[in-house]
């Protein structure tokens, strides 16, 4: 055998076997019924696949909803944007009818209006028929934020905006952002986490958990306690299994602690900040040799979903199309199998030979104190690499066209006046980004790569 096939066949035998299984598996070994995520799938006819909750009992379903991007619309006076209420309802009665129950949200996403729009959403059902996950987001580093009063504060608004009494699943955020310090000064000087802890024997808090970005003492820190999580976060996908970037941490590892503590976990960025969905003609040619219909985000969460310890994957859905889409792969899941999971491997090492900016567009770097739309530009470089618009030389014969498409695909996605040649490099923005992406830098070389496009430059 080839040493590089010795290294994936390897690769493939880790996965299986951090998930729980062997390398001659059958499908439904594959999916996983263990003691945390037992599988629970609908008995046929298309139905949601569930994971149920060892510590709670709750029947989870494998799509969550993620809130951090809500549909958007102009205000009718004119004077900036508002949540589209409308949309929002349509798209949870849809999710709900369809068997999606976990619906994820915070007190900061979408400009502190996701908490209200998904309160006001879910509240038209029965309370019976969804779980609700918000978070402890208590991040800027002051006294009238990581005070025990604001902090207990924000907890309750957060019941007050969802119009709920009491959270299924609650969250410290960010853990590991910033450090050891940042995570004992907003959860342990000030007793909040004590504070939920009794707030769980209460029976306000049913599940209580936290979300992981970061220095990975911390996520070993918590796991350390005496004390059950019932839940955690964690950023898993097929590039990030092995190939972590930033400050995150490779979610091979993070998983394999989970499974050891029983901790089920809730899978973010399935799609990588929507890179997974995008893939370039080669990468898309491995994964339609073993299955031609399916899309690349297909791909994307069926990888996401098959782990038995998973509870639920977290997707923000704006458009209805894919939330449709997204539906269709979880009811039911068909797990990954393993050529499948070797053909990921073959397009993992494509996506890492390329020039792609690590941004999930998470939007944690903005408000830019300057007006740059950091998402938007590094989003549409990011996409101009998936289409294969982006030109190494002024030689190449796709130069005209792909000069073209970045030009006035740039122009339509960002104003001109928050583009990246406005960056005046204070870095305010990569202290806030969970990737450790080099903002500053990284918008200095699009500029650079803008102006030789428009002046007509030898590469």
Known sequence: MKTNDRKKEMNRRRFLKVLGTGTAVSTAAL???GSAGQQEPGTGGGEMTYRVNPHTGDKVSLLGYGCMRWPLRQKADGSGEEIDQDAVNDLVDYAIAHGVNYFDTSPVYV?????????IALSRHPRESYFIATKMSNFANTPEVRSREASIALYRKSMTDLRVDYMDYYLLHGIGMDGMDAFRSRFIENGILDFLIEERKAGRIRNLGFSYHGDIAVFDYLLSLDMQWDFAQIQLNYIDWKNATGRNTNAEYLYGELVKKNVPAVIMEPLLGGRLARLNRHALEILKRERPEDSAATWAFRYAGTPGHVLTVLSGMVYMEHLQENVQTYSPLDPIT???DQALEEVTE????SDYIPCTECQYCMPCPYGLD??????????CISEENL??????????????AFLAGYDRSVPKLRQANHCIGCDICV????????????????DLYVERLKQRLTF
Not at 111 to 119: H, I, N, P
Not at 391 to 404: E, G, H, I, L, T
Not at 437 to 446: A, H, K, L
């Open 338 to 340: 393993p050529s499948e």
């Open 350 to 353: 494509l996506m890492l030979r």
């Open 431 to 446: 202290r806030k980004c969970p990737q450790n992406i080099p903002i500053s830098s990284e918008m200095e070389r699009i």
């Open 111 to 119: 400009r502190g209006w996701s908490e209200t729009a998904t309160g």
């Open 374 to 383: 950091i998402p938007a530009t590094f989003g549409h470089y990011n996409r």
């Open 31 to 33: 999916a996983g019924c």
């Open 391 to 404: 030109v190494k030389s002024s030689q190449d014969p796709n130069y005209r066209q792909a000069r073209r």
